[in-house]
């Protein structure tokens, strides 16, 4: 009995299952490394920063702002109050101080729908510089976050959720009937499951975060049609993985969506407050352009999301072309014939 039982116990440790277990160990690592280094210790670093100020003082208080310790901002000169609130509702900066010469009090614009952890940030650096000069500022939420979106994390939250149901509904696929399909027909089925898996839950999720929550104000429409594309385009992509690694390709898509992605999306702190790494891969994986665009509709009209919607719709390109191009040297080199030379 013992021998039958040792014996059964080495035929189930083979050396595949082996590696797939150190696999598991090395993602769940990787997992800690990512969300640890990523956001155990954020700070401001060159944030797009607009100065309003008399022309007299504009560049000295843009040169102060440059030459503090760290760099924290990035500041640029602007014309006027009105050009800054501009520059900010397209996203082309994060915040603007604008000088009152008149008084002591200055203004400070910020916009907390594109996350208020930045804006908190802001305000309290922005509060060390004017205090040394014996000057405060006067907060002006240029876009803010709605009353039900705790930090502006929503957006966040949404799109990983999004995420989880792309790769995850990839993945049931590749275990129920295999990791690579066998033909370029069985893959377009995946990638056709795929559409209606995405349509459904970019769906219910802009209306679980919409009127059955109202923890974004954005059009449900347009965060349905964001939605249906996040979803489509990491499941495409992990489609791919798998045709092209089998079921390894399921803890690529761990790595990339998870590990790399969600770390660097800007959700808990926003692109400017991460390591320089994080902040660099964010925009380019799904998650980050995700949730840019989420945070786009829902709190700045729309604005300066394209590039999110192009990197989206290039990994779901991405992710057809390979995954059919897999299938079908798959089905040729299971249909060329065995050389005699081979088979003996």
Known sequence: MKQSTLSEVKSAVTPRATLLVIGVVALQLLFVVSYVGALHEPKLKDVAFG??????????????????????????????????RKQI????????????????????????GGGRTLSVALDSLTGEVLGAQGRTARLVDVAPASSHD?????SFYLVVGLCVGGYLCASILAISTGARPANPTRAATRLGTMVLVALAGGLGGAIIVGPVLGALPGSVWALWGLGALIVFAVGAATLALQGLFGVIGIGLAILLIVIMGNPSAGGAFPAPMLPPFWEAIGPALPPGAG??????????????????????????????VVTMLAAVLRQRRATEPISPGAAS
């Open 89 to 112: 509702e397209n996203r082309d900066i994060d915040g603007a101080l604008v000088v009152r010469p008149g008084g002591t009090t200055d203004t400070l614009l910020v916009a907390s």
């Open 150 to 154: 705790f930090n502006g994390l929503s």
């Open 291 to 320: 949730t840019w665009a989420a945070r786009s509709i829902t709190y700045f009209d729309g604005n300066s999301m394209a590039p999110s919607l192009l990197v989206l719709s290039a990994w779901a390109v991405a992710g057809v």
């Open 51 to 84: 100065v309003v100020a008399p022309p007299t003082a504009v560049e000295q208080t843009v040169q102060r702002l440059d030459e503090l310790p760290g760099s924290p901002l990035d500041p640029r000169a602007l014309p006027d109050e009105a050009a800054a």
